[in-house]
Nanobody, 122 residues
Framework: VQLQASGGGLVQTGGSLRLSCAASGRFFSSYVMGWFRQVPGKEREFVAS?????VYRDSVKGRFTITRDNAKNTVYLQMNSLKPEDTAVYYC???????????????????WGQGTQVTVSS
């Protein structure tokens, strides 16, 4: 499975961005798809996931929305009301047969995109 993320950039506090992640593979609709983010010196942290339902980290609830288009093999992350603390490299990921208890553990995910930088200026 190959993943190609895009859509990052520089925005001001309160602005919006939409990240996209296109995946190869025939079984996209069966994958759990997720978004993580990472800043230098810190571990990669879970942001959101989507399978039959969606899960979000607390700090992005109400601001970020994860969706998927199975016909296009693409997952999206709509980010609104961005804050400087959202600044990070954002990665999309594929989880195969992944239990929801493990979503927040980046080591459980199977494939990763190359990352896209999101910078929120204050």
């Amino acid at each position: 499975v190959q993943l190609q993320a895009s859509g990052g950039g520089l925005v001001q506090t309160g602005g919006s961005l939409r990240l996209s992640c296109a995946a190869s593979g025939r079984f996209f609709s069966s994958y759990v798809m997720g978004w993580f983010r990472q800043v230098p010196g810190k571990e990669r942290e879970f942001v959101a996931s989507i399978s039959r339902s969606t899960v979000y980290r607390d700090s992005v609830k109400g601001r970020f929305t994860i969706t998927r288009d199975n016909a296009k093999n693409t997952v999206y992350l709509q980010m609104n009301s961005l804050k400087p603390e959202d600044t990070a490299v954002y990665y999309c990921a594929v989880g195969m047969g992944l239990y929801s208890d493990y979503y927040s553990d980046y080591r459980r995910w199977n494939y990763w995109g190359q990352g896209t930088q999101v910078t929120v200026s204050s």
